[in-house]
């Protein structure tokens, strides 16, 4: 890619947010004590594709500086499970989110900037979750684009394939959830018997169709495991759910898109909680990290200078 020019071929770019069925209950008048739990999130469905430096994606290429080192970590105690550790060697970090605002709408940048990007060190870290170990940039595409790098960065010569994304475009869709393990304040204990009954009688479960535990801006952290908040190490605030990276996506039920159905299905009498993927599509889905059976999601704190993040791995 030649110096100052961004590469983007909007040819590839997934048009616009995805079709989704609607919920198929009022959330709020079966369960009260759900009452404004309601938030906002942003799938963004993670598709295998091309992108280019100037497209939002996981996975893809990055809009990088061209004056700007590729990042590196020499952590000494990341290594890869079941071979010998590396040590301190630098290993080359890997892109996993590059997110322009023009795209997703829902997120909300720091002054002055409009890309986000995210990667990691692709080996595990004993001190760090045992998982990844990434880093977060927001930047200003009006200075980045004046002189950006060849699209080629160097690829680490040592990796754990589970944290090594495969190239995905994305489509920013926007939906309303309902908490998962933020239910365990007291709450989920209390609705337990009669979430059980409503799964029963409706033949689907609430946290089935209300719930979202796939690659998402905003909304719920995507919990598999009882949930780890953070409080910001500057000013002890809670911190804010930025976004999560995680293993799965829906190849069935109510979140998986309408355009991305199995045509043999009558879609006029088959319920969306039991759709299934068209077997056609279905390899294009997600980007090929287990993460653990979970993933990675990310917190920022907006009132502190400089908007400290932090990461929490579940699994």
């Given at each position: ?50 992108p280019g ?56 940048f720091p ?41 080629k960065p ?162």
């Amino acid at each position: 890619m030649p110096s100052g020019h961004i590469h983007q071929d909007t040819s590839r770019r997934p048009a616009g947010p995805r079709p989704l069925a609607p919920i198929p209950f009022d959330v709020e008048a079966v369960f009260p004590e759900l009452a404004g739990t309601a938030r906002t999130t942003t799938l963004l469905y993670p598709r295998a594709g091309r992108p280019g430096p100037g497209d939002s994606s996981i996975g893809g290429p990055l809009l990088w500086p061209a004056d700007e080192p590729w990042p590196t970590c020499a952590e000494p105690d990341h290594y890869k499970p079941l071979h010998a550790p590396v040590g301190p060697d630098p290993v080359a970090m890997v892109p996993v989110v590059q997110l322009y605002a023009r795209d997703v709408p829902g997120l909300v940048f720091p002054t002055g900037t409009d890309l986000l990007q995210i990667l990691w060190c692709p080996l595990v870290h004993e001190d760090d979750q045992y998982a990844a170990n990434p880093r977060l940039h927001w930047r200003n595409t009006a200075l980045t684009a004046a002189d950006v790098a060849d699209g080629k960065p160097p690829r680490p010569h040592i990796a754990e394939q589970d944290y090594v994304p495969r190239p995905c475009t994305v489509s920013a869709t926007p939906a309303v959830e309902y908490p998962i393990w933020d239910l365990l304040d007291g709450l989920g204990e209390q609705l337990g018997e009669r979430l059980e009954a409503f799964r029963e009688e409706r033949g689907f479960g609430y946290f089935e169709v209300a719930t979202t535990q796939q690659s998402k801006v905003g909304g719920y952290p995507s919990w598999t495991q009882p949930r780890d908040r953070p409080d910001c190490s500057g000013c002890g605030t809670r911190m804010e759910h930025l976004l999560s990276v995680t293993a799965t996506e829906p190849g069935s039920g109510r979140w998986l898109p309408l355009d991305e159905r199995n045509p043999s299905q009558d879609q006029a009498t088959t319920p969306s909680w039991r759709a299934e993927a068209d077997p056609a599509a279905l390899d294009t889905f997600g980007h090929h990290m287990y993460l653990g059976g979970g993933g990675m999601d990310f917190f920022v704190c907006r009132t502190c200078p400089n908007t400290p993040y932090t990461h929490r791995y579940d699994r």
